[in-house]
Nanobody, 122 residues
C-alpha cells in the first residue's frame, strides 16, 4: 500500500521561501515520475511540478522560475523548494505520481496523503 507523507508547509510572508518534503513508502520510488500538486479552497487540484525517475523536470507556468522540484531516491523522498512566494501560492500541497512531464500530465497511485498547508500572507 502506497503511503505519501508531505511536510514542511507553514505561514510565510510574500517573497519568502519554504521547502516541502514528501516521504514515500510501499512503492519502488526510484522508478516513478513524481509531482507536486496543490489545491486552493474552491479550486481544483493542479499539478505544478514534475520530475522523472532520471531527474528531468518541468513546471507549470505559474511557478516556473520560482519553484524547484528534486528527489533523493536513496531516501524515497521528493522535495519542492519554493522561492519568491506569492499569496496566490496559498494552498494545500500534495505529492503523487505523474503520467508525463512534457507536457505535464497528472496521475496518482490511487491514494493521496494528507497534504501540507502553505499560507502566504503578510
Amino acid at each position: 500500500q502506497v503511503q505519501l507523507v508531505e511536510s514542511g508547509g507553514g505561514l510565510e510572508q510574500p517573497g519568502g521561501s519554504l521547502r516541502l518534503s514528501c516521504a514515500a513508502s510501499g512503492i519502488i520510488f526510484s522508478i516513478y515520475a513524481m509531482g507536486w500538486y496543490r489545491q486552493a479552497p474552491g479550486n481544483e487540484r493542479e499539478l505544478v511540478a514534475g520530475i522523472s525517475s532520471a531527474g528531468s523536470t518541468n513546471y507549470a507556468d505559474s511557478v516556473k522560475g520560482r519553484f524547484t522540484i528534486s528527489r533523493d531516491n536513496a531516501k524515497n523522498t521528493a522535495y519542492l523548494q519554493m522561492n519568491s512566494l506569492k499569496p496566490g501560492d496559498t494552498a494545500v500541497y500534495y505529492c503523487n505520481a505523474v503520467r508525463g512531464l512534457f507536457p505535464l500530465r497528472a496521475g496518482d497511485f490511487g491514494s493521496w496523503g494528507q497534504g501540507t498547508q502553505v499560507t502566504v500572507s503578510s
